[in-house]
């Protein structure tokens, strides 16, 4: 899994672009197109931003899809990830969205995607506060904790003031999220069309953080308050 270090500084969004080799992995149109949509992915973060009252994690935009093909040959696309990253200051989470998504979704199919991607954040951070994230996914050593990305989420009821969104977040993920359209596009125009892909195993989709980072990890007082407030209309401790 590839990783940038940051220094404290906003992150370019579009910084893997800047790499020629990705450039030219895609024709002129394609990169034109792809930088009008960061700003309707910045509307959508505002939005989410407003209904939870939470900032958003940093995020940037992946040019290569992560995709899994399972034994049936039905491929699953992950749109957008949530990604914790031992960086200078510590440790930080950070929003991976595909570029694939970006270019195909609805601004309302983008929302909520990162709707329930602020969940996982929000559960995230909840879960190396607490120290939680040690005692449930050590693997290997003691040396060592891992996290993977997949459906240990707060309910959106408990974050979300849009009872709009709530329903969606809900509705859409329920078993999984699904976008028959968005899918459709994503694998004629982006897969079939030989744009970049990777393949990621769900056992693979895994970040594996020093225990150390974890215990010396900075939370903003906000954000745990915040989380703390959420966790007690969850019922959590």
């Not at 990783?3 to 800047?18: C, L, Q, S, T």
């Not at 995709?67 to 991976?96: D, F, K, W």
């Not at 609805?106 to 995607?113: A, E, F, G, N, R």
Request: proline fraction near 5%; charge should be positive.
């Amino acid at each position: 899994m590839f990783f940038v270090i940051f220094d404290g500084r906003e992150m370019d969004k579009m910084f893997k672009f800047e790499d020629a080799n990705i450039r030219g992995l895609f024709n002129k149109r394609f990169l034109s197109s792809i930088n009008r949509k960061v700003e309707n992915l910045d509307s959508c973060i505002k939005k989410v931003e407003a209904a939870s009252n939470i900032n958003f994690p940093e995020c940037y935009i992946e040019p290569v899809l992560p995709i899994y093909t399972g034994s049936t040959g039905e491929i699953a696309v992950y749109y957008a990830r949530t990604i914790p990253y031992p960086s200078l200051s510590g440790l930080s989470v950070i929003v991976e969205v595909s570029a694939a998504l970006l270019c195909y979704s609805t601004s309302l199919s983008l929302k909520i995607i990162l709707a329930h991607e602020l969940l996982h954040y929000i559960e995230l951070v909840r879960r190396m506060s607490k120290f939680e994230l040690l005692s449930d996914e050590v693997r290997s050593n003691s040396f060592e904790a891992a996290y993977s990305d997949l459906e240990k989420v707060i309910k959106p009821e408990y974050v979300y003031s849009d009872k709009r969104l709530v329903k969606l977040v809900a509705k859409k993920f329920e078993n999984g999220f699904e976008d028959f359209k968005l899918k459709d596009k994503i694998l004629n125009q982006w897969i079939n069309k030989g744009k970049p892909v990777a393949e990621l195993p769900p056992e693979k989709n895994m970040v594996r953080i020093p225990v150390s980072i974890i215990l010396t990890a900075k939370f903003d007082p906000f954000l745990l308050l915040r989380i703390k407030e959420i966790g007690k209309k969850a019922g959590m401790s």
